[in-house]
C-alpha cells in the first residue's frame, strides 16, 4: 500500500502563495502518478492538478497559470506551488496517487487546509 501525508496548508491573504507537500511512503515503486484535489465545503471534490511519472502536467482550468506541480523522486515528494491565490481557492486539499492502471486515484492523504482572505 501507499501512504500519502500532506502538509504546507495555512492561512493567507488573496494575491499571496503557499506551496504544499505530500509525501509518499510505503510501496511507492507502483505510482504511476500523483496529483491535488480539492474540496470547498458544499461542493464536489475538484481537480487541480497532476503529474505523471514521465513528468508530463495537467492542471485544472481555474488554476493554470497559477498553480505548479513539481517532483523530487529522491524524497518521493510531490509539491503544489500556489501563486496569485483568490479567496475561491479556499478549500481542503488533498495529494492522490495511483498506479498505471487503473487509471484512478486510490490513494489518499488526509487533507489539508487552505484558507485565503479577502
Known amino acids: 500500500q501507499v501512504q500519502l501525508v500532506e502538509s504546507g496548508g495555512g492561512l493567507v491573504q488573496a494575491g499571496g502563495s503557499l506551496r504544499l507537500s505530500c509525501t509518499a511512503s510505503?510501496?511507492?515503486?507502483?505510482?504511476?502518478?500523483m496529483g491535488w484535489f480539492r474540496q470547498a465545503p458544499g461542493k464536489e471534490r475538484e481537480f487541480v492538478t497532476t503529474?505523471?511519472?514521465?513528468?508530463?502536467?495537467d492542471y485544472g482550468d481555474s488554476v493554470k497559470g497559477r498553480f505548479t506541480i513539481s517532483r523530487d523522486n529522491a524524497k518521493n515528494t510531490v509539491y503544489l506551488q500556489m501563486n496569485s491565490l483568490k479567496p475561491e481557492d479556499t478549500a481542503v486539499y488533498y495529494c492522490?496517487?495511483?498506479?498505471?492502471?487503473?487509471?484512478?486515484?486510490?490513494?489518499w492523504g488526509q487533507g489539508t487546509q487552505v484558507t485565503v482572505s479577502s
Open positions: 492522490a496517487a495511483r498506479g498505471l492502471y487503473p487509471d484512478t486515484y486510490r490513494y
Open positions: 510505503g510501496r511507492t515503486s507502483i505510482i504511476y502518478a
Open positions: 503529474i505523471r511519472r514521465t513528468g508530463e502536467t
